[in-house]
């Protein structure tokens, strides 16, 4: 659950109120937020999504929205100081604002309605949505005259925000013969008394539109322990529920041009400590539990199962899933919350951990203590794949999350589904193929330009061809790209420190190819940033292949 300050983005909810009879959040409609992909590659058509919850309890007609668009170039200054609430583009229109009828009757417990804007040339825009509901009479099924009209969402109390979006001009650079992806998200499987995700044909639909070729699903361990029409009972078997997302995505459309998705879990598991910390599995056969951090049991928070003993319980791919973002105390307390170690990896096992998903969005401290602990397991011979993920409930666009419990909402962009992205080799989009993908030791993780590596004789000796690539969507030009490599020491041993083999700091090109001789590197990797601060990593080039 996402209660307290520092945990997770996710859609909110606004009717949970723990069986008090007061919440500043609750109100007798449903939660109803726009939504849009924050790209749209070359010949994708813009849709909005209209994200509906709860109008099963409160059932409502989505009458009509009012869209005006912004291009953020021809708006400049302007519509900068428009951005807190504003509902106007000041003057600054690219495409004239219309209403569109909907007559939309929502009343299931989830509802995601597309909404098409029109095309629109590449460029960044800014939309602002303005939202007309009229409330269904639960007896007689008539539409009444409860109206309420509201900027791209009513959560009480949260300002409105406009949906910010990108036309690419070109598709999103990738290394030739690679595959890129989301690798941890979450579906309307994982959903609780304050947050849910989106539904599996949507994410499919978001993904196509952003230039993704596949989705691991990491819905919850513990969601699926519980039932969807109450979130504190618990179901008579999990397994039923995890089987359900699998033959939900098995229904998706497949075929040329439509990205794989896969039924994963994000299990609460227990490390070394007996503390709860997440693993994402890629498409496990069967169901994993762990209900320690549910927080369905309030302290009664002891993890299910140890980490070793999930990872003999499986043998898909595991990672560990934001492996240092902080935790708050009250975390600590109330879900017994910790972090990953050494220990926890299981190195020693016949399965281990494949990777670390240290890359959540953002390049926060989280980011930051994940990637020199990955660092720090190169320096011990452990090469463990780098992955990116965004943890993203729905959340296409933006997020909102709860401040203080029962009173006050957040906003943020961080988090946003398939912005950072996992790009792994594969001839084939199949999950044999990404199973293989990431048993191998090559791949990259970026928000933006290509970064990939591959093995080669130069001039006679054994080396590494570093290659990036960037288009003007992403920033163009490098501000650098640095190679970062381990020597052997004299004695056979790994070198305490990395250091930097190359680097260029200015005006690197955004198509380079840059050429490291193996000589006395027991491995080598790269990392780079556009001139618009995008940014990707490489997994570890050994210099020996096991």
């Known amino acids: 659950m996402s209660l307290l300050p520092g945990e997770k983005p996710q859609y909110a909810e606004t009717h949970f109120k723990f069986r008090l009879p007061w919440s500043l959040l609750y109100r007798p409609w449903p939660e109803i937020i726009v939504d849009a992909p924050f790209q749209f590659i070359p010949g994708a058509e813009p849709t909005l999504w209209i994200v509906v919850r709860d109008a099963h309890r409160f059932p409502t007609l989505i009458e009509k929205m009012d869209v005006e668009i912004c291009s953020k170039e021809l708006a400049g200054d302007a519509n900068q100081a428009n951005l807190a609430g504003a509902t106007s583009c000041a003057g600054a229109n690219f495409v004239p604002a219309r209403t569109i009828d909907l007559n939309i009757r929502a009343t299931g417990q989830f509802g995601f309605y597309p909404v098409k804007p029109g095309t629109l040339p590449a460029g960044k825009y800014e939309i602002r949505c303005k939202v007309t509901a009229r409330r269904i009479d639960t007896s007689t099924n008539d539409v009444t005259d409860k109206v309420r009209t509201f900027n791209r969402w009513n959560l009480p109390g949260l300002k409105p925000a406009p949906l910010k979006i990108q036309v690419l001009a070109q598709d999103p650079p990738k290394a030739p013969g690679y595959i890129a992806g989301e690798t941890h998200c979450h579906t309307h499987y994982s959903c609780d008394h304050v947050e849910h995700g989106a539904s599996p044909a949507?994410?499919?639909?978001?993904?196509?539109?952003?230039?993704?070729?596949?989705?691991?699903?990491?819905?919850?361990?513990?969601?699926?322990?519980?039932?969807?029409?109450?979130?504190?009972?618990?179901?008579?078997?999990?397994?039923?529920?995890?089987?359900?997302?699998?033959?939900?995505?098995?229904?998706?459309?497949?075929?040329?041009?439509?990205?794989?998705?896969?039924?994963?879990?994000?299990?609460?598991?227990?490390?070394?400590?007996?503390?709860?910390?997440?693993?994402?599995?890629?498409?496990?056969?069967?169901?994993?539990?762990?209900?320690?951090?549910?927080?369905?049991?309030?302290?009664?928070?002891?993890?299910?199962?140890?980490?070793?003993?999930?990872?003999?319980?499986?043998?898909?791919?595991?990672?560990?899933?934001?492996?240092?973002?902080?935790?708050?105390?009250?975390?600590?307390?109330?879900?017994?919350?910790?972090?990953?170690?050494?220990?926890?990896?299981?190195?020693?096992?016949?399965?281990?951990?494949?990777?670390?998903?240290?890359?959540?969005?953002?390049?926060?401290?989280?980011?930051?203590?994940?990637?020199e602990f990955w660092i720090e397991e190169l320096g011990k011979g452990n090469y463990l794949l780098p992955i990116g993920g965004n943890d993203a409930h729905g959340d296409l666009n933006d997020t909102t999350s709860v401040a203080t419990p029962l009173c006050t909402l957040r906003h943020s962009r961080h988090h946003i589904f398939g912005k950072v992205r996992t790009v792994v080799p594969a001839t084939q989009l199949t999950h044999e193929a990404l199973n293989a993908a990431f048993a191998g030791d090559n791949c990259y993780v970026t928000d933006g330009p290509a970064l990939w590596w591959e093995r080669a004789d130069i001039h006679g000796s054994k080396g590494i061809i570093f290659h990036a690539r960037n288009t003007n969507d992403f920033g163009g030009a490098f501000r650098y790209i640095r190679i970062f490599g381990r020597r052997y020491t004299a004695s056979g041993k790994l070198a305490k420190q990395e250091e930097l083999c190359i680097e260029s700091l200015v005006a690197a090109p955004a198509s380079s190819d840059i050429e490291i001789h193996f000589d006395n590197f027991a491995y080598l990797r790269a990392e780079c940033e556009s001139a618009t601060g995008k940014f990707a990593l490489t997994s570890a080039a050994r210099s020996v292949q096991e």
Not at 307 to 322: E, K, M, R, Y
Request: charged content about 20%; proline content about 6%.
């Open 202 to 371: 949507v994410l499919q639909q978001a993904a196509k539109a952003i230039g993704l070729d596949f989705v691991s699903c990491t819905d919850h361990a513990y969601d699926f322990a519980f039932t969807e029409e109450d979130y504190t009972k618990e179901a008579p078997s999990p397994a039923p529920r995890f089987q359900a997302l699998r033959d939900e995505i098995a229904s998706l459309p497949s075929g040329e041009g439509m990205p794989l998705l896969l039924a994963g879990e994000e299990v609460s598991a227990g490390n070394s400590k007996g503390e709860n910390v997440h693993m994402t599995v890629l498409a496990p056969d069967g169901y994993l539990p762990g209900l320690g951090d549910c927080g369905r049991y309030w302290l009664d928070n002891k993890p299910t199962m140890k980490i070793p003993q999930l990872l003999q319980a499986t043998g898909a791919h595991c990672f560990a899933a934001h492996p240092f973002q902080p935790i708050g105390m009250l975390e600590k307390f109330i879900f017994r919350r910790g972090y990953w170690s050494h220990k926890d990896l299981n190195l020693d096992a016949a399965h281990k951990i494949r990777g670390l998903q240290f890359w959540n969005g953002t390049r926060d401290e989280g980011f930051k203590l994940g990637r």
